[in-house]
Every structure is written in structure tokens, then in C-alpha cells.
């Protein structure tokens, strides 16, 4: 199945919430609570869409904040000849644009460098800006109730980790262009219009982010075919995982690495390639026992299985957060462990460590 073919037509409604236009010329008089009820309803799914360009969280947040201002300021150029959700769409996507001409593009550290030596000291946190995660308590809220498994899945699969760093490789309105009209399903013509493009012109980046994208993603990704219902085993395998932490058991955590695995900890630049590393940097390091005990607390981010982490607390103290960890399993084992070791993550992920 190709890239394009299960996107499902989302990009324009037919219908027209019966309040829309009663908020809407509300919101034009000046109501600000009208505007913020009538654009309200959209605000998670532009988050994402920001998400999607931006590869922050945290910067989806500021790009949404953006767009409603430039929508409040704009709102009475808006002349229904589309759909509220698709003239928000057009204002977020120039915002996120607007905001790339001044940021550099968002990955991982495997994109980046080579694998460190393991038995190396750890490098200092980077300031780089690095690709991030995201919750999927957030996404839950976009979900489309009416989607069938094959769309579902490929919801799944065009926000996890793996394709987020594939379409950050893009040229931004590439980018742009393959989410419009690959993932949100416009038209050509309704995109060419949002980017101020000709359609030939719209067409060609399109064709050129789709190369790309061949190239980018993982092999097993090409065909965004997924098994409609989760592996049992994947639970075991996530608690296994955590019991072996809890054991400072190195080679039981080495065991349920694929021999390829990868494990990175951005904002540190080091990662580690292979099973065999990735055992030795972790007996020398965060398995040495020269940290604080490990609490993980289970959580999911880009619809892939994930843990908070913990410091415990010394003398009683409350456990402290260090970030959010996230895992690609194929074929029964971890086969990628992204530690995002960023403290503040785990309050946006709103979760709260064990009484």
C-alpha cells in the first residue's frame, strides 16, 4: 500500500456545526469568548499538525498560541468560502513556516553523530535542539471515532518517532506540503492556495518529499501496514524490562535487545549502537550503582509504549523526575530506547510518581 493511499478525506467537512456562524459573527463584533469557543474545538489537532512541523511539543504550544493570534486579528478577512478548520489550518502552517525560517530542524542524536564508545565518560547535556515527544493522552483527543483499522493505523504510524525524524529531513515546505496533502488529505489546489504556490509547483514537492520519505523511513515502514491488535507480548517484554532495572541486571536487560538495538538520551549527543554496547554502557553508567534507584511509571508517546522516570528520593524525600522513555519493539524485542532526559516532560505528560 502506498504512502498516500489510506489518508482519509478529513481536510474539508461538508457540514457546518449549526453554532459555527452564529460564534463566528460573535467573534468578528469582538466577543473574545465566542472566538475562543468557536476556534477552541480545533486547538488539539492544530497542536498536533504544529507537532508534526515543528517536533516539539513545546513549540506546538507556542505555535497554536500564534495562530489564534494571527486568526483574532485577522478574523474578519475570514469569508466562509472554506471551512473554519481549514482557514486555521492555512494561518498555523504559514505561522509554523515563519517559525522554521529562524530554527533548525529537529532529529535524534542517531541522525546526527556516530555511536560513542560505551566504556567513554558521558558527555554534557547539548543545546541542541532536539526532536521531542508526545503524549498520546493528547492524541486520544483527535482520535477519529469514525476511522476504520487501516486509517487508525496509519494515524499510528505518521506519528511515531521514526517517521517525525524522516519528515524533519524534509525542506519546510516540503514538509509543508506532504502533511497538507498526504496526511491531512487537501487538495492540490487547496494547498497551493494555503502556501501561495501554483498547483505544478505544489505537485513537484510533494513528489520530491514522497522520494525522500522512501528513502528515510525503515524498510518495514513502506508498506504502513500494522497488526490491528497490540502484541500480548509486549507487556512481559516492557515488564521484564523494568524488573531487570530494578535488579541493576545488566544481562537481563541485554537479553531483550534486538543485536541491532539503539539507545540515545538527548540532550546528550552520545548513543549507543548495538546490544553488546549498549550492555556496557550501561553496567559502566546508570547501572553502576552510583545512581539513585530507577522508578518507572508506564505512559505511552507517539503511540508507542513509554515509561516516566524517576530518581528515588533519599531519607523520605519525593522521587524526582528525570524524563520520559520511549521504545520501538519489532519481532518481539526492544529494538530502539529513546530516554528523553528532560525533567520537565513528565509534568506535560501530567503524570505523577508512586505513593
Known amino acids: 500500500m502506498t504512502f498516500a493511499a489510506v489518508a482519509r478525506h478529513r481536510g474539508v467537512d461538508t457540514t457546518v456545526r449549526h453554532d459555527e456562524r452564529a460564534l463566528w459573527a460573535a ?27 515543528l517536533g516539539s511539543l513545546e513549540d506546538a504550544e507556542d505555535l497554536v498560541q500564534e495562530t489564534l493570534l494571527r486568526a483574532w486579528r485577522r478574523r474578519e478577512t475570514y469569508q466562509q468560502r472554506s471551512t473554519l478548520r481549514a482557514w486555521l ?13 529562524k530554527r533548525s530542524r529537529r532529529l535524534l542524536p542517531t541522525e546526527v553523530v556516530p555511536p560513542a564508545d560505551p566504556l567513554a565518560p558521558t558527555p554534557p547535556a547539548s543545546e541542541i535542539a532536539w526532536l521531542g515527544p508526545y503524549p498520546d493522552s493528547l492524541l486520544d483527543e483527535v482520535v477519529d471515532a469514525s476511522a476504520g483499522p487501516e486509517e487508525l493505523a496509519f494515524a499510528q504510524e505518521t506519528i511515531e518517532l521514526a517517521f517525525l525524524v524522516a519528515i524533519q529531513h524534509l525542506p519546510p515546505r516540503q ?43 525503515p524498510s518495514e515502514r513502506a508498506s504502513w501496514a500494522r497488526a490491528e491488535v497490540a502484541d500480548p507480548q509486549e507487556q512481559v517484554l516492557l515488564q521484564r524490562y523494568v524488573e531487570a532495572w530494578e535488579r541493576y541486571d545488566v544481562d537481563g536487560l541485554v ?16 548513543w549507543y549502537a548495538g546490544r553488546g554496547a549498549i550492555g556496557t554502557f550501561l553496567a559502566t553508567h546508570p547501572l553502576s550503582g552510583r545512581l539513585p534507584r530507577h522508578i518507572r511509571v508506564p505512559t505511552r508517546a507517539n503511540r508507542q509504549p513509554a515509561f516516566a522516570i524517576f530518581f528515588e528520593g533519599e531519607h523520605g524525600a519525593p522521587p524526582q523526575p528525570v524524563g520520559i522513555e520511549v521504545f520501538r519493539i519489532e519481532g ?17 505528560f501530567a503524570i505523577t510518581p508512586p505513593a
Request: contains cysteine.
Open 27 to 53: 467573534a468578528v463584533a469582538g466577543e473574545r469568548d465566542a472566538f475562543s469557543r468557536v476556534t477552541g474545538r480545533y486547538r488539539r489537532e492544530l497542536q498536533v499538525h504544529c507537532y508534526r512541523m
Open 89 to 101: 489550518y492555512g494561518i498555523a502552517t504559514n505561522a509554523c513556516l515563519d517559525a522554521l525560517e
Open 175 to 217: 514538509r509543508a506540503v506532504l502533511i497538507l496533502r498526504d496526511l491531512l488529505n487537501w487538495s492540490a489546489s487547496e494547498t497551493a492556495r494555503m502556501l501561495d504556490m501554483t498547483v505544478v509547483a505544489a505537485n513537484s514537492a510533494l513528489q520530491r518529499a514522497r522520494d525522500t520519505l522512501a528513502r528515510r523511513l
Open 255 to 270: 537479553e531483550l535487545l534486538a543485536e541491532d538495538a539503539r539507545f540515545a538520551m538527548p540532550p546528550m549527543t552520545a
Open 332 to 348: 518481539g524485542l526492544i529494538a530502539e530506547v529513546d530516554v528523553f532526559l528532560q525533567p520537565e516532560l513528565v509534568a506535560a
